[in-house]
């Protein structure tokens, strides 16, 4: 007997919604229970499929590990996920894991003052390394009526491992003596 099924299965050819078909009426049948899921479990659970086990599943085929990550402690082992279908495009698949890490937590955006001397952005730099922080864009402000003669305002976009690594990277730039607004 099937224990779930996820409701991000594509609705069968004909009427264009679930229900009236032969194989939805068998599912009925069968399925003891139907849960869903959001975009954002499924892009993480794409995410994980991608960077854990290797797999490259389409989205809706992610739906089972989508629904265990959401709801972790809500099935009785032992439990089977079974995932299906390869067939995604690759720009699909770039904007899907984008949308699984963020939703993951692993992108941190801030802002931050620096004294506008030689080598103050690779020293800010340099700390974001130690750190283990991947930087994907910085914005390197000098010329702002906002900013004093010596000042530079820097916003970062980081790559991070979790909402964890988050916080430590920004811990880590106040230790370093750095005045850091994190940007939601």
Do not use: W
């Amino acid at each position: 007997m099937l224990k779930l099924m996820t409701s991000s299965l594509a609705a069968h050819r004909g009427n264009g919604r679930p229900g009236s078909s032969r194989p939805i009426k068998i599912i009925g049948d069968l399925v003891d229970e139907v849960r869903t899921v959001s975009e954002d479990a499924l892009s993480r659970a794409l995410l994980l499929c991608l960077e854990r086990a290797k797999l490259v599943v389409e989205p809706a085929g992610a739906a089972p590990v989508a629904a265990l990550l959401s709801d972790p402690r809500g099935f009785e082992g032992p439990v089977v996920a079974v995932l299906s279908g390869g067939n995604v495009d690759p720009l699909l698949m770039q904007r899907v894991l984008r949308h699984g890490m963020a939703a993951a937590g692993r992108y941190l955006s801030l802002r931050l003052r620096l004294t506008d001397r030689p080598g103050a952005l690779a020293a800010l730099l340099g700390s974001l390394s130690e750190l283990n922080a991947n930087v994907l864009d910085v914005s390197h402000a000098r010329t702002d009526a906002r900013l004093g003669l010596t000042e530079a305002e820097v916003e970062l976009r980081l790559e991070t491992q979790g909402p964890e690594h988050c916080e430590e990277v920004a811990a880590g730039l106040g230790a370093a003596g750095y005045a850091v607004t994190v940007i939601h």
